[in-house]
């Protein structure tokens, strides 16, 4: 009997939550090569400073760095090269309308591998957080915390 294999760590772009709003989110899949899924699945990429962008009706994800897998030599592949997304045409017309609109980008939340062992990229369309919001967003955190704070101690006994 075969033992259950844990997923792989998810790679997620943390900063992307500071620095802009979300408004929705599609799941995409990723065409990589072999090495690089080999890397994704050991976890070592990064999604800092990537995103995506529509070009010829097909989405293109830049800047994400993928190490090279050590084990590989007869492949050399450039860590930070453009990997094409994989969405519906409908999503993809829906997608360069809304980032035409002044102010809409398109970044990667995180990459993960699905129940079916692929590899997926969730994509954010998003607008730019204006410092004011970023530091708005800070002070909700906190106060959130403190009432927490405040509700536990008051439940123990």
Request: charged content about 30%; aromatic content about 8%.
């Amino acid at each position: 009997m075969k033992k259950p294999v844990a997923p792989p760590p998810a790679i997620s772009n943390r900063k992307a939550r500071h620095d802009y709003h979300i408004l929705e989110t599609y799941e995409a899949g990723i065409a990589l090569k072999g090495p690089e899924v080999k890397s994704l699945r050991a976890g070592k990429a990064n999604l800092q400073d990537s995103f995506a962008r529509v070009e010829n009706g097909e989405v293109f994800l830049y800047h994400m760095h993928i190490n090279p897998y050590s084990f590989t030599h007869h492949e050399e592949l450039n860590p930070t090269r453009p990997r094409k997304l994989l969405l519906h045409a409908q999503e993809i017309k829906k997608l360069t309308g809304r980032v035409q609109e002044k102010g809409y980008t398109l970044v990667p939340l995180e990459v993960f591998f699905n129940k079916q062992g692929m590899a997926k990229v969730n994509l954010a369309l998003a607008k730019g957080k204006l410092a004011p919001d970023q530091r708005e967003d800070i002070k909700k955190r906190d106060m959130e915390r403190e009432t927490r704070r405040e509700f536990r101690a008051k439940t123990k006994f």
